[in-house]
């Protein structure tokens, strides 16, 4: 009987938790019991993901067709002509007299593109220069042309705008001196004259480039 009590109270301590032996030894971990350590990310994760970024970024590819190109130089050659094409109603326009109509007509793009300063307008003979340089061009004769074109179309603004208070339209050309006279009749020609000239010269350093 002592046998058998001292046999059940051994194989009791045995099973019990506090004595590191038995079922306990073998029970799962405790979800708490479980530590989670972060992945460090390798060497090749550092790599790859900046390239699955771009490749997403970019619509899956990362050549030269995913950036705009700029304007070529045929196409500035095109708005150069639309220009000028715009410049040809001002002769009859200066015959009838219509000064402020004359205005009107440099100030509206393209014409005001190529020499005006006024807000929201940008000049695009540097641009045009750039891009006839760039295509084997002559750079620098464009940017003299600019110069021509720039100066006739602001003499031309001024002498149009002068001529709306020009005694002449008032008083008529008797007593006018000459000065008065070239003034009113010559200036305003001759300076739409020179424009074009410019401009055609611009032209045809762009062509076939």
């Not at 005006?116 to 220069?129: C, D, E, F, R, T």
């Not at 001529?163 to 020609?189: C, H, M, Q, W």
């Amino acid at each position: 009987m002592s046998c058998a009590f001292a046999l059940c109270a051994w194989a009791f301590r045995w099973a019990s938790p506090r004595s590191g032996l038995g079922v306990s030894a073998w029970a799962p971990p405790r979800p708490y019991d479980v530590v989670v350590r972060p992945e460090t990310p390798s060497r090749r994760t550092f790599l790859f993901t900046p390239v699955v970024l771009l490749l997403a970024s970019t619509g899956g590819t990362t050549g030269a067709a995913a950036v705009p190109l700029p304007p070529s130089v045929a196409e500035r050659t095109a708005l150069l002509e639309q220009a000028r094409t715009q410049l040809v109603k001002v002769p009859a326009l200066l015959r009838e007299e219509k000064w402020d109509a004359v205005r009107a007509v440099l100030l509206q793009p393209p014409v005001a593109d190529l020499w005006a300063k006024a807000s929201g307008v940008k000049n695009i003979l540097p641009a045009y220069a750039a891009a006839v340089g760039d295509a084997g061009g002559d750079e620098l004769a464009v940017l003299e042309a600019k110069e021509d074109i720039v100066s006739h179309l602001r003499y031309l603004d001024m002498a149009v705008y002068n001529n709306v208070f020009n005694p002449i339209a008032v008083e008529g050309t008797v007593g006018a001196t000459k000065a008065l006279l070239r003034s009113y009749y010559e200036d305003p020609i001759n300076e739409y004259n020179a424009c074009l000239r410019a401009l055609d010269e611009l032209i045809a350093l762009g062509k076939g480039l």
